[in-house]
């Protein structure tokens, strides 16, 4: 198993690690995480910090195995699928954490877990046919959004909270409006794939 496989395998791994984390009720078994007080105003758990920390260290991860997979020509059908199956448990699985525990709307994973399905299934459409679709710029720019938004509201927002402005949910309102127009150029580049003959 090369280089980059082992960096997706691993964030994988983290992605269940902070899922579980975040789910377990660990005050039922007499576990409970250190709270601060910041500025007075915010009550910042630090499970959702330690959990933060972590969605980085993953997410920095996702960027340097397709770089080096890249690089270094070691892209493989394999890398392909599990990256995907990483970005999915670690992005989405989160965005239902949040919701669950009342950081974000509930809508959010729902539009997000909906577009995913929608262009999964045109890129494997179009992959029988034998026509790839790259990611649009509009899909990276929703990429970067999300994450920054998703590591801000693990953090609390800080420091944009002590002002006042939240940040965080914006960048994850624009990447979902972001997520849903490129989920339409998706189809539009790929709509010729469910033409009847």
Not at 118 to 134: P, Q, T
Request: aromatic share 10%; net charge positive.
């Amino acid at each position: 198993m090369n280089l980059p496989n082992k960096l997706t395998l691993g964030r994988i791994i983290v992605a269940i690690f902070i899922l579980i984390m975040l789910v377990i009720p660990w005050y039922n078994l007499g576990i409970n995480f250190p709270t601060f007080n910041v500025a007075g105003k915010i009550i910042v758990d630090s499970k959702y910090i330690i959990a933060g920390i972590l969605f980085v260290a993953a997410a920095l991860t996702d960027f340097l195995d397709g770089h080096i997979a890249r690089s270094r020509n070691l892209v493989t059908d394999f890398g392909k699928v599990m990256d995907a199956i990483a970005d999915k448990v670690l992005v989405n699985g989160l965005l239902i954490i949040l919701a669950y525990d009342g950081f974000i709307s509930i809508a959010i994973p729902v539009i997000i877990i909906t577009r995913d399905i929608f262009v999964d299934s045109f890129k494997m459409a179009s992959g029988k046919k034998g026509k790839v679709v790259a990611a649009s710029y509009m899909g990276k720019a929703k990429t970067m959004c999300m994450m920054i938004g998703m590591t801000l509201t693990m953090f609390y927002n800080l420091p944009f909270e002590l002002i006042g402005i939240n940040v965080a949910y914006a960048l994850i309102i624009i990447a979902t409006i972001l997520s849903v127009i490129s989920g339409c150029q998706y189809y539009h580049n790929t709509k010729d794939t469910f033409k009847v003959k």
